[in-house]
Nanobody, 120 residues
């Protein structure tokens, strides 16, 4: 199985930057695609960005050009560089990993979440 621990959230002013990190442990072969989701108060959890094992990235329209997702497969880490932050980026951010059912018994794994608050 896989355990994900995300960190790096905090309070920042609008226009500022934060970098989120996610450390994965457990069976490395379990992990396929990884990504970040977020959930704002009273809203559904939404996709922020994903990245494949080969490094192909996809972004939600709302963060394109401002956020950059990256992963280091040798260290089992995932990062999200967030620039030009806006008040509407305020949410709990969750690290996510797709599980390969050939090697693990679950098809998705989640971090515990890290709070990002952007003050306007």
């Amino acid at each position: 199985q896989v355990q994900l621990v995300d960190s790096g959230g905090g309070l920042v002013q609008a226009g500022g930057s934060l970098r989120l990190s996610c450390a994965a442990s457990g069976n490395r072969r379990c992990i396929v695609d990884m990504g970040w989701y977020r959930q704002a108060p009273g809203k559904k959890r939404e996709l922020v960005a994903t990245i494949s094992n080969s490094g192909r990235a996809n972004y939600a329209e709302s963060v394109k050009g401002r956020f950059t997702i990256s992963r280091d497969n040798s260290k089992n880490t995932l990062s999200l560089q967030m620039n030009s932050l806006k008040a509407e980026d305020t949410a709990v951010y969750y690290c996510y990993a797709d599980g390969d059912l050939r090697y693990c018994s679950e098809d998705e794994f989640w971090g515990q979440g890290t709070q990002v608050t952007v003050s306007s």
